[in-house]
């Protein structure tokens, strides 16, 4: 047994940079065809990503927060390669804000993205994920575990992620799809690089490892959610955060 | 096939019928087995039957056969 994925179809939202690039680029190497979404994203990611592969590696734009673009992302999936082995949420939004300047607008669009968006998607795909067998990965986060102050409507959206894998896996167990979801700690890319050093600095202390995660980290824990190595895991949340502590 | 005889193909497939079922009793919530879990079952085979994929409205529609055999056309390519 092993992390091949030939011959079966991933679906990465928020793939163009960050954690998600890192997560298409290791289902690619694994030899998953991989269907990339963000709001601003085009053919020249291909080029970034492919290399001896560009046969498998697919773009669609579209924005995850708007319940008709995510089944719109779904449809296109179905009519272009008629099945979905890997589906994983993993755009996602985080404005920082302390208790009394949380504005409606963070929290509307926090909520949509981060926590109706799994949803949506999770819905329009579980019936076409159904007729192989799959696996859904969900990107929570420690915070979403544990809280952090400054973080209540993203915590907030994070647990409820939690809860939705949780749900789903109960629910989809019976259709042989395994639904799981990764909490990573602090990971460097430019969600965490708009924190600031004084954040990086503290952030670092609270590391066990005593290093910052990087993409291909929380991309790891992925290929091995996604793939048959982790075929008897379900309903999981696994923590990919060096051993940090908040 | 007809529409009509695909449709109950994916009935007969989601809630093991006998071919001379009268038609006119599967009605979402008064067909024993065509129960919420039922429900997603009979989505399900008429997706594969259809190879289409519906719309959470459509599915939300399907109250009974004639119903389906209404919505259903729409992906009825032949
Ligand atoms: N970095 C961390 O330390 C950390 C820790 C825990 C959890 N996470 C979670 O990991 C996930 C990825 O984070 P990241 O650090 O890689 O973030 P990032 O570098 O900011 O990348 C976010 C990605 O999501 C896309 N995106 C944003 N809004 C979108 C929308 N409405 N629809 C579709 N795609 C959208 C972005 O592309 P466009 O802007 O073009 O749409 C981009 O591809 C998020 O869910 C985040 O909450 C991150």
């Given at each position: 047994m092993n992390t091949d994925l030939s011959g079966r179809v991933a679906l990465v939202t928020g793939a163009s940079r960050g954690i998600g690039f890192a997560i298409a680029r290791r289902l690619l190497e694994a030899g998953a065809t991989v269907v990339l979404n963000a709001r601003q994203i085009d053919a020249s990611i291909v080029d970034q990503l492919a290399g001896p592969a560009p046969d498998r590696v697919f773009v669609q734009a579209g924005d995850m927060s708007d319940p008709e673009d995510a089944r719109q992302l779904v449809r296109a999936v179905f009519a272009r390669h008629k099945r979905l082995d890997a589906l994983i949420n993993n755009a996602g939004i985080m404005r920082a804000a302390m208790i009394g300047m949380i504005s409606d607008e963070d929290m509307r669009a926090t909520l949509d993205l981060n926590l109706a968006g799994p949803i949506h998607l999770i819905q329009a795909a579980a019936r076409l994920m159904a007729r192989s067998g799959g696996s859904i990965v969900n990107v929570a986060s420690v915070v979403g575990m544990e809280g952090a102050a400054g973080q209540l409507v993203y915590a907030a959206s994070k647990a409820g992620v939690i809860g939705a894998t949780?749900?789903?896996?109960?629910?989809?167990?019976?259709?042989?799809?395994?639904?799981?979801?990764?909490?990573?700690?602090?990971?460097?890319?430019?969600?965490?690089?708009?924190?600031?050093?004084?954040?990086?600095?503290?952030?670092?202390?609270?590391?066990?490892?005593?290093?910052?995660?990087?993409?291909?980290?929380?991309?790891?824990?992925?290929?091995?959610?996604?793939?048959?190595?982790?075929?008897?895991?379900?309903?999981?949340?696994?923590?990919?955060?060096?051993?940090?502590?908040? | 096939m007809t529409l009509e005889e695909k449709v109950f193909a994916a009935f007969k497939d989601a809630f093991d019928l006998e071919d001379g079922i009268d038609r006119a009793s599967l009605v979402y919530r008064e067909f024993p087995e065509w129960n919420s879990i039922g429900h997603m079952t009979l989505v399900a085979a008429l997706e594969t039957q259809f190879d289409a994929m519906l719309e959470a409205n459509e599915i939300l529609a399907m109250s009974s056969f004639d119903k389906a055999v209404e919505i259903m056309a729409k992906y009825d390519e032949h």
């Open positions: 949780r749900a789903a896996a109960k629910e989809l167990a019976p259709k042989g799809v395994r639904v799981n979801a990764v909490a990573p700690g602090y990971i460097e890319t430019d969600m965490t690089a708009r924190l600031g050093d004084e954040v990086k600095a503290q952030s670092l202390k609270a590391i066990g490892l005593g290093r910052a995660g990087t993409p291909e980290d929380v991309a790891d824990a992925v290929l091995f959610l996604c793939s048959d190595m982790s075929r008897y895991i379900t309903g999981q949340v696994l923590r990919v955060d060096g051993g940090m502590v908040i | -």
